[in-house]
């Protein structure tokens, strides 16, 4: 059998029936499918059961959880009850409510969103903050592991200065992926995935290029196969 691909498939799909679908299609080819704030507003909690079913395909929740730090660890103990192996944190909300979401689902890895891939350095001078998008994220960075998170979500641009930020240890995911030749949709700074495995990322999100597929399944396929391929010839570091 060969080890699933580190990528999460965006399961952003517009009702229940079809984001098990794709998650059943994708599961032999990938480690990870990612659950959205949609679908968790529209079928609660039951989601992830329902999504991961009887497969051991690993459940990312992206909640981006933003508050204070007290509301943040009730909420983090409460999902954790669901047991997914990621959950989003934002790192803006500062060191005290990443590490209340990391000491409240300790079995869960604690993935801080940097900084959102759709701010601009124009709109981060609107809400108050004078340094580059480049900096920032790398302050977010540092900020978050400290304070306990295990996981980054940043840009594949930005992925290569914030492994040297933050060293080996911390998983770093990022979507923003298009395999070669598919449509950037609304993502404005994207990579390829063998580009962004390249740059240091550990985890590759990756939702319409291949749940848009004809055969989701295939598509799915392809992308692993295309990081076989790299590991191969570049020796990448095995999936986690
Ligand atoms: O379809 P696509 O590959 O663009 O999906 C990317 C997924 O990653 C979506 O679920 C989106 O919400 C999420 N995401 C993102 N950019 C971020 C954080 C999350 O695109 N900075």
């Known amino acids: 059998m060969t080890i699933p691909a580190p990528v999460a498939v965006a399961l952003d799909a517009p009702d229940l029936e079809t984001a098990a679908l794709w998650a059943d299609l994708v599961t032999p080819h990938v480690s990870t499918v990612k659950i959205g ?14 999504i991961r ?16 730090p007290a509301t943040v660890a009730r909420s983090a103990r409460i999902v954790a009850r669901l047991h997914p192996d990621l959950l989003t944190v934002h790192a803006s ?18 993935a801080a969103v940097t900084l959102l891939t759709s701010l601009s350095e124009e709109q981060l ?19 978050a592991v400290e304070a306990g998170a295990r996981g980054l979500v940043c840009s594949p641009r930005e ?7 933050v060293g080996p240890d911390i998983v770093l995911i990022t979507p923003g992926v298009r395999p070669a030749g598919s449509a950037p949709h609304d993502q404005a700074r994207v990579a390829t995935p063998e580009e962004a495995v390249l ?15 004809a055969d989701p399944g295939a598509a799915a396929a392809g992308v692993a196969a295309s990081l076989r391929r790299l590991a191969a010839v570049a020796g990448t570091p095995a999936p986690r």
């Open 199 to 213: 740059a240091g990322s550990d985890l590759l999100v990756i939702g319409r290029p291949i749940t848009g597929a």
């Open 37 to 50: 704030l949609e679908l968790y507003l529209r079928y609660g909690p039951d989601v992830v059961a329902s």
């Open 159 to 165: 992925v290569g200065a914030v492994r040297a930020e």
């Open 125 to 143: 001078g609107l809400i108050g903050v004078s340094a580059n998008v480049h900096d920032t994220v790398l302050r977010l960075s540092t900020l």
């Open 93 to 110: 909300g500062g060191p005290d409510v990443i590490r209340a979401a990391a000491e409240a689902a300790p079995d869960t890895m604690i």
């Open 53 to 68: 079913g009887a497969s051991t395909v690993r459940v990312f929740l992206d909640l981006k959880l933003h508050d204070i």
